[in-house]
């Protein structure tokens, strides 16, 4: 029997709003590019959450236009219809749980004084309610499975399915206000790392109790109007406007139990917190362009000033060496990745590392190709990428950014540019925000020292000679490229038949940061001019690290040291070299 006209305009009308939803969902999707990895689950709420507007969506297009040929008056069939999406709804509730744990983490200064990572509690216990949730979830969903194919094979009838609905609404919610209430009172005396994570925090906790408040909604509805809802359910073509009451019970819940929360994890307020766009506007402040060291040359800085958006625009692959013109030369130190030279490509100005080898092979071209073009898909605005490549014959040519200001190394031992502490700690804070970002992207630097960050005209961090390791492997066999030294850890020195870092570890960048930090707090190098066998004496044999100033911040000395553990399992993450590195600011802005 086909629907009373008011009716169908309810369902079409419904139709219509899961449609508009089901597209701006598809749309916030195409933005998981986006995501930090380590909310990388988030992406699941979303899943589950398209998925279930899909299905609604389908139901009432197919009850407004299909209600004779699907039969809405098998009991089977109609309860289907309406019911399938809630099993989806309550999976996306459990994912927004996890989000709402990983959020306390990750938007609070880390509270720990051990820089042990294993002794990292906030990682160890997200770790557990991350398997807890997708435990819980499994089971979950293999239960509503076993419900569904029992109630085909009419062993049961739809009244246990609504009683289990029910049930769940209750238990989830339940649930997760503990959850809440636990994590609130552990983390009650943990400061925000900024105002916009206390902000990010105030949107997810919102949230969270909306969607609470709609399962606990859900389950008042199905225990009052368990009849009324369960022929809507199971006899859809029997409704009609004279009895309203059933109607509106069902559109009041769809709004306050699905709409309201669907809207409120898509809007922008709540989206952006996983993007890495917004971290970095959250977390990193700039440097005071007028409060910072103004460059020794001025005149280069400004020269080239008006180029930096032409610059970050270029991004052009393969071109031919014809293209590059090469102005002069910047480096011709032995032992490193080719010369540097100053040049022009396409009017724009830019550095040129001209590697020229022994021999090639089409093996290693290929492989080297494949590396630059991974590379150039690296989005981080504190990264330097390779914006283009020539190769002619045994002639690598690799295109990057001119940078006005050189490398950290450069501005510390070479200009000696002196910054306040406060600069410092900045600086620091953006390398290791940087790092951070490439050991989430699974990938990780190897040689990380003060050569290859560089700062542009604001001083901003940029690391730069990141990947590329088939070239650089290359390079080592036939060239006698190293790039071992000072910064490296004593798991790469110990490695004596390799002179190019090979299988590098998170751990390894961990110890090249300490150096550097050490270097950037005492304006030294770090065992200079030392052969890669006195080092191998000192610093793996021996034990020897840089003495550490007694003056020093308490803070970023027991950070050095801790870095520098004799046990590459017991140096900090990146997470909490950035998180502590938090700290130790707010508390000297404090003091």
Not at 17 to 28: E, L, M, N, P, Q
């Amino acid at each position: 029997m086909a629907l009373d006209a008011e009716l169908f305009l309810v369902f079409f009308v419904l139709a219509i709003i899961y449609s508009c939803f089901f597209a701006y969902t598809v749309i916030r999707a195409l933005g998981f590019k986006n995501f930090l990895v380590r909310w990388k689950h988030a992406k699941l709420l979303y899943i589950f959450q398209l998925a279930e507007i899909f299905f609604r969506m389908l139901s009432f297009w197919l009850i407004c236009f299909f209600d004779s040929q699907i039969n809405l008056n098998d009991a089977n069939i109609g309860f289907l219809l309406l019911s399938l999406p809630e099993a989806l709804f309550i999976s996306s509730y459990f994912m927004l749980f996890w989000v709402m744990i990983t959020a306390n983490i990750y938007t609070r200064l880390n509270s720990d004084s051990s820089y042990d990572y294993k002794l990292n509690p906030g990682r160890y216990r997200l770790q557990i309610v991350g398997k807890l949730t997708l435990t819980l979830l499994a089971i979950l969903m293999v239960f509503e499975g076993v419900m569904y194919i029992l109630l085909f094979c009419s062993v049961i009838e739809p009244t246990y399915i609504v009683l289990q609905q029910c049930i769940q609404a209750f238990i989830t919610a339940i649930i997760v206000i503990v959850g809440l209430l636990r994590v609130q009172c552990k983390y009650s005396g943990v400061p925000y790392k900024n105002e916009k994570s206390a902000q990010f925090m105030k949107v997810v906790i919102f949230s969270t109790l909306v969607w609470t408040a709609g399962r606990i909604t859900h389950g008042i509805l199905y225990i009052f109007r368990r009849r009324d809802l369960e022929r809507e359910s199971s006899d859809l073509s029997s409704l009609n406007l004279n009895d309203m009451v059933p109607t509106i019970v069902f559109i009041v819940d769809l709004l306050v139990t699905e709409l309201i929360c669907f809207y409120l994890v898509l809007d922008s307020s709540f989206y952006k917190l996983f993007s890495y766009e917004e971290e970095l506007s959250a977390s990193l402040p700039l440097i005071n362009k007028s409060g910072a060291p103004l460059p020794l040359d001025s005149t280069v800085t400004q020269s080239f000033g008006s180029n930096q958006n032409s610059v970050l625009e270029l991004n052009l692959g393969f071109i031919s060496t014809d293209e590059i013109i090469i102005q002069d030369s910047l480096s011709e130190k032995p032992g490193k990745l080719g010369k540097l030279y100053r040049g022009i490509v396409k009017n724009i100005p830019v550095v040129i590392r001209r590697i020229v080898l022994p021999r090639t092979n089409k093996y290693v071209i290929e492989n080297i190709k494949h590396d630059i073009e991974k590379m150039t898909e690296l989005e981080c605005p504190h990264f330097m990428p390779v914006r283009a490549a020539a190769i002619d014959g045994n002639t690598i040519d690799l295109i990057t950014q001119y940078i006005p200001n050189g490398s950290l190394y450069s501005v510390l031992h070479e200009r000696s540019v002196l910054f306040e502490f406060y600069d410092k700690l900045r600086i620091s804070r953006e390398i290791a925000f940087a790092i951070r970002f490439l050991h989430e992207q699974g990938l990780v630097h190897g040689h990380l020292t003060s050569q290859n960050i560089l700062l542009d005209s604001e001083w901003r961090v940029l690391i730069s000679d990141v990947g590329l390791d088939h070239l650089k492997k290359f390079a080592g066999l036939v060239d006698k490229y190293c790039n071992k030294g000072s910064w490296s850890s004593p798991e790469l020195l110990k490695d004596e038949k390799n002179p190019v870092a090979v299988k590098a570890q998170a751990s390894d960048d961990s110890y090249s940061y300490g150096m550097i930090l050490w270097e950037i707090m005492t304006m030294q190098v770090p065992f200079p001019d030392f052969t890669i066998k006195k080092l191998k004496q000192m610093i793996v044999e021996d034990g020897f690290r840089p003495a550490i100033p007694e003056k020093m911040n308490d803070g970023i000395k027991e950070l050095m040291k801790s870095c520098w553990n004799v046990d590459p399992a017991r140096r900090p993450d990146f997470n909490l070299i950035f998180s502590t590195l938090c700290n130790i600011e707010t508390n000297y802005k404090g003091a």
